[in-house]
């Protein structure tokens, strides 16, 4: 009997980690639950313990694990360990117990854990896009020395990696690539006259055409800054320069990106919107294994369309590209403005259109340094939030 391999989740809670948890219980044969965290969804977390049985739980703070813990001991579950805090996080997604880390904690609050689980030669199901975005360089040397393996679970890099010839050794140029295309829907706010942005209303940003996602990451594809982040995370993943990496608008969010071949040859990756599929193919690869999600019907689409980016509707694109050619901590800089921005926005203390000001202004105030290790990443990402947030107040 084959040993099932053991996941730690990190995010179980968000729409990634309930996906994944959806498709693991379509196949309890082939997949255990060693580790599950939430940061304060504890009622959530709670009933996701009485399903799925984990070993250990992550909270993120002392009060969460108190209530967790009293939810277990109702639960007659208190033999499962409760642990709180960021050093938590790192211990499960390293652990010995664990084979498998989706990493799918929103921002940069999970790159420590993502790095974690890299350095211990983890297979990695990368969800969080902010760990390449911040310490690319950092995060592909260490799954480079460790062995550790790792898997894109964004659709769109899942996508690529799916399209890609095998053995793709992290030289476009010796595999015939000409562009690595990168699609997004255009969000809610495509055929939107541009003069009326300013007064969108959170409400408005979060609710995706086609996707079902969290606040934070529905407000970046409403401004597009999710697909600047894609960006450079496709530039670190797949080693392509930010002029071999372009955006396509195409709203139907079928087919989930493409690589362009020298030959003239285009292989795309097509699929329902739905993240069970990546998340299956990331869990089950090399193989395939059923994710839940009904097969595209070639015969119900009304069309494929497709469309150039407009830099005009949606400038945080734009400063995505500039920070990836900036280069050092720039993509740093641009991430923790952009959250701190995103939040603003969600709380209602700023409007749409100022989120990219609050990015780019920050991005002219804050010199880009050389980003060495994980502390001058994570210093330079506090001030960067410092400085985004004394502009909002002020």
Known sequence: MQKKQQLCILGATGSIGVSTLDVVARHPDRYGVFALTAHSQVKKLAEQCALF???????????????????????????????????????????NECDSVMAAIVGAA??????????????????????????????????RESGAAIL?????????????????????????????????????????????????????????????????????????MNKGLEVIEAHWLFAAPADQIEVLIHPQSVVHSMVSYV??????????????????????????MDSGVAPLDFLKLKGLHFEAPDFQRFPCLKLAY????????????????????????????????????????????????????LETILACDVEARSIAEAMISS
């Not at 002392?62 to 967790?68: F, G, M, S, V, Y």
């Not at 541009?194 to 970046?220: C, F, Y």
């Not at 040859?265 to 395939?288: C, F, H, K, W």
């Open 322 to 373: 500039d920070a990836l050619r900036a280069g050092k901590s720039a993509a740093t800089i641009l991430n923790a403005s952009n959250e701190v921005a995103v939040q603003a926005f969600l709380d209602k203390r700023i409007g749409f259109r100022m989120i990219n000001q609050i990015i780019q202004r920050t991005l002219e105030k804050m010199p880009a340094v050389h980003t060495l290790d």
């Open 110 to 143: 999970g790159l420590p854990a993502s790095l974690a689980a890299a350095r211990a030669g983890k297979k990695v199901l990368l969800a969080n896009k902010e760990a390449l975005v911040m310490s690319g360089q950092i995060f592909i040397d260490t799954i």
């Open 152 to 224: 894109p679970i964004d659709s769109e890099h899942n996508a690529i990696f799916q399209c890609l010839p095998d053995h793709y050794n992290r030289v476009p140029g010796q595999h015939g690539i000409h562009k690595i295309l990168l699609t997004a829907s255009g969000g809610p706010f495509l055929h939107r006259d541009v003069a009326t942005l300013d007064d969108v209303t959170p409400e408005q940003a979060i609710a995706h055409p086609n996707w079902v996602m969290g606040r934070k990451i529905s407000v970046d594809s409403a401004t597009m």
């Open 263 to 288: 030959d003239g040859s285009v292989m795309a990756q097509m699929g329902n919107p739905d993240m069970r599929t990546p998340i299956a193919y990331g869990l089950a690869y090399p193989e395939r």
């Open 53 to 95: 049985l984990p070993k250990v739980a992550v909270v993120g703070t002392a009060k969460a694990a108190n209530e967790l813990a009293a939810l277990l001991k109702e639960m007659q579950l208190s033999h499962i360990d409760i642990l709180f805090g960021p050093e938590a996080l790192c211990q499960v997604a390293s652990a």
